[in-house]
């Protein structure tokens, strides 16, 4: 199930209700009379489950009930089948909600909304990728405001960046979250990742802690510094002009960059 909040019960980037779906579906007959129940596209009787696939009337409502605790399907009584105990017939119909797992964690659902706001918000005179970086830095903000107290680490966890501190007042974070798409395009990416994580630490409680644009390989973009480790690096000037280029091809834009406040938005 996708979120931009953080779970009561998460666990790591997923809900513990996403992880009991998935336990659920690991289940053959509870997957086919999913399938069932979506393709049929009205409500399915436990009669007509059973019939489809072949069981008993009495493992199909077992099932069904199990995959309506899971959140997968919902349930009512209101069918047109045969009524037992002058009750109408109990029916099952596809759920509203999204169940999503990915391993590692990734959130592009967060990054087209981003990038699909920013395409109908962008003001005159402002480039596509500087409307996207002010877009995901209000939504940063956004998430820090109604944060408040909350556990930084916990949020970094719930979105997927797998936070882990490796020197003092240093955290790296090991998954990014937008991975493959941050490596096709860093240059946007990977600035509205920084964007996004700077604008949650100014509006939040984190005020010690900066957001730095730190590219690694195998990791996310961005690591966050505290105390004396906030102090951005020195970036090193690359010995040619083809070394340059090359370094801009691989690496976003502004490495070493720290959390500016951003009036503008």
Known sequence: MTSDSTAAGQIGAHGADTWSAVAVLGDETRRRLLEFVRLARRPVTREEASAALGITRKLAAFHLDKLVAAGLLQARHGGHGPRRVGRAPKVYEPAARTVTLSLPARRHELLASLLAQAATAQRPQESARDASVRI?????????????????????????????????????????????????????????????????????????????????PGACCVELRTGAAAAAPEQEEPATAAAEQESADAEPPGTGAVCRRDTSV
């Open 136 to 216: 995901a830095r209000a939504r940063g903000e956004a998430l820090g405001e109604a944060a408040g107290d909350a556990d930084l680490t916990g949020f970094l966890i719930s979105f997927g960046f797998e936070p882990a501190e490796e020197a003092p007042g240093r955290t790296v974070l090991h998954n990014c979250p937008f991975h493959p798409v941050a490596a096709q395009a860093p240059q946007l990416v990977c600035a509205m990742n920084h964007a996004f994580l700077c604008g949650y630490l100014a509006a939040s409680r984190e005020r010690e802690t900066v957001a730095v644009l730190a590219p690694r």
